[in-house]
């Protein structure tokens, strides 16, 4: 229809040859974003297999919605994703996180692998970062609709956005080189470069412990950690403050489920 040869635009274009046309930024926001990866487009899939089950019969939708209740779920109906409102499914993502656990009792014995995703950790936080994701996409299309706006202050909308984009991946950077010094304190290749002297003694006596090799390869990251607080304080606890962040939404959200269900009334 907007063809330059015989559509939109070629019949405009005889009448004004001066008209330019721009193609909408928003389209082209929502053509880039819609490249999420293979990994991440999978767990996309997942999600609106999920959701389905739900949503596209009726007497599902009524039992989830009595189970929610019982469970003194915050909400008690999930959310349907359309290819056409493409951003919907940051809400979609974020509403099955947050119901995750009633999501994976009810769809048990209907479809058990899709249940059991629900409880794969590595599952859960890329489910959780694709959502942040698109929670960050969403305000930045919330910004670029509007009445008051111009291809100008559009324009400057995106530069704002890639800057911050390249900002995060700035200080994902920075970080790191300390994180791998906690993932690998024993590798022969690991550097010294700025690192306070009094972290670096107690790395270098680390690394020279074989004893201490052993146990690292055989206990999970935090406990090694934990355990190091007596000999190594300054070390351990550089590492305790970078283990412990929460790395997604997941964690405090499981806690708070969980809160719900032990203040369940009797």
């Known amino acids: 229809m907007t063809g330059r040869i015989s559509g939109f635009k070629a019949e405009v274009t ?55 209740e019982d469970m003194g779920s915050n909400h008690n109906t999930l959310l349907f994703h359309t290819d056409v409102r493409w951003l919907s499914r940051g809400k979609v993502l974020k509403r099955v996180i947050e119901l995750s656990d009633e999501l994976r009792i009810f769809i048990r014995e209907i479809k058990p692998d899709l249940s059991a995703l629900l409880s794969n ?19 930045l299309n919330v910004s670029l609709q509007g009445q008051s706006t111009n291809i100008l202050v559009l324009t400057s909308k995106l530069q704002a956005f890639n800057k911050k984009l390249s900002s995060w991946l700035s200080h994902l950077t920075m970080e790191i080189p300390q994180c791998l010094r906690i993932k690998t304190p ?10 306070p002297w009094s972290i670096k003694e107690q790395l270098i006596e680390i690394r020279e412990d074989s004893t201490l090799e ?11 950690w934990l355990r190091r607080q007596q000999e190594y304080p300054l070390i351990s606890k550089a590492a305790l403050l970078i283990l412990i962040h929460f790395a997604s939404t997941y964690l405090y959200e499981t806690a708070f489920s969980q809160l719900q269900i032990i203040k369940k009334p009797t």
Not at 30 to 49: A, P
Request: hydrophobic fraction near 40%; glycine fraction near 2%; proline fraction near 1%.
């Open 214 to 224: 052993s146990e690292f390869h055989e206990k999970e990251l935090s406990e090694f």
């Open 186 to 195: 024993f590798s022969t290749s690991l550097k010294y470069d700025h690192i």
């Open 121 to 139: 950790e590595k599952w859960m936080c890329l489910a959780s970062y694709l959502a942040d994701v698109f929670d960050k996409v969403n305000e």
């Open 14 to 68: 005889k009448v004004s040859p001066d008209v330019r046309f721009v193609h909408c930024i928003i389209h082209r926001e929502h053509l880039t974003f819609r490249k999420i990866g293979c990994e991440l487009n999978l767990i996309m899939n997942d999600v609106v297999s999920m959701v389905n089950i739900v949503k596209t019969r009726a007497l599902n939708t009524r039992l989830f919605k009595i189970l929610c």
